[in-house]
C-alpha cells in the first residue's frame, strides 16, 4: 500500500448500531474527510517520516478548520463503548494503517505498535478537542510528530524531521 498512492484502506460499513448519539454513517463520512484530507497532505513528499510529518500536519490543520467532525471523531465516536464492533477503534486501525503504510518495520522498536502510537496521538488531540484548545496545536506540532517517528527512526532522525517543522 502507498500512503501517498491513495491508497486508503477504507473499510466497508460493518451495520453498526447507533447508540449514545454516535451514528456511523457521519462517523464514516467524518473519518474519510479527515482520511483524505491526510493523504492529500502527505502527497508531495517522496521520504516516509516526510509524508508522516506532512499528514499528521494535515490531520490537524483538518481538525482546526473543521471543529465539528474532530468533536464526533474524538468524542462522539466513543459514545458507542468498548464492545465489540466499537467505532472508535475502528477510526484508530484506519488511521495505524495510513501511519504504518511505508514504515521501516525493521527498524521499530518492539514495544511499539502502530496502533498504540495512534492511540496515543488521537488521545492528545482528542484532550485538545475537549478543552477547546485545538488552535494551540498549530501548523507543525513538532511534538506530534515526534511520537510518531521515534519508534520507526530512533531519537536522533525523530528529533531532526520533528525539528524541521
Not at 31 to 50: D, I, K, N, R, T
Not at 114 to 134: Q, Y
Amino acid at each position: 500500500m502507498n500512503l501517498c498512492a491513495g491508497d486508503i484502506p477504507v473499510q466497508a460499513d460493518r451495520g453498526y448500531e447507533a447508540s449514545g448519539g454516535a451514528d456511523p454513517d457521519s462517523f464514516e463520512s467524518a473519518l474519510a474527510e479527515m482520511e483524505s484530507a491526510v493523504v492529500e497532505s502527505c502527497a508531495a513528499h517522496s521520504e516516509w517520516p516526510a509524508r508522516i510529518a506532512a499528514g499528521i500536519n494535515g490531520a490537524i490543520g483538518f481538525v482546526i478548520a473543521n471543529p465539528a467532525v474532530a468533536r464526533k471523531l474524538a468524542i462522539d465516536s466513543r459514545a458507542v463503548g468498548p464492545q465489540e464492533g466499537s467505532i472508535y477503534p475502528e477510526m484508530i486501525q484506519r488511521l495505524a494503517a495510513l501511519l504504518g503504510a511505508g514504515a521501516p518495520r525493521s527498524e521499530r522498536l518492539p514495544a511499539s505498535s502502530d496502533e498504540s502510537i495512534v492511540w496515543m496521538i488521537v488521545a492528545i488531540v482528542s484532550c485538545h478537542v475537549r478543552s477547546g484548545t485545538v488552535d494551540s496545536l498549530g501548523e507543525g506540532d513538532p511534538d506530534l510528530v515526534f511520537l510518531a517517528l521515534l519508534p520507526y527512526v530512533g531519537f536522533a532522525e525523530a528529533c531532526r524531521w520533528s525539528a524541521t517543522l
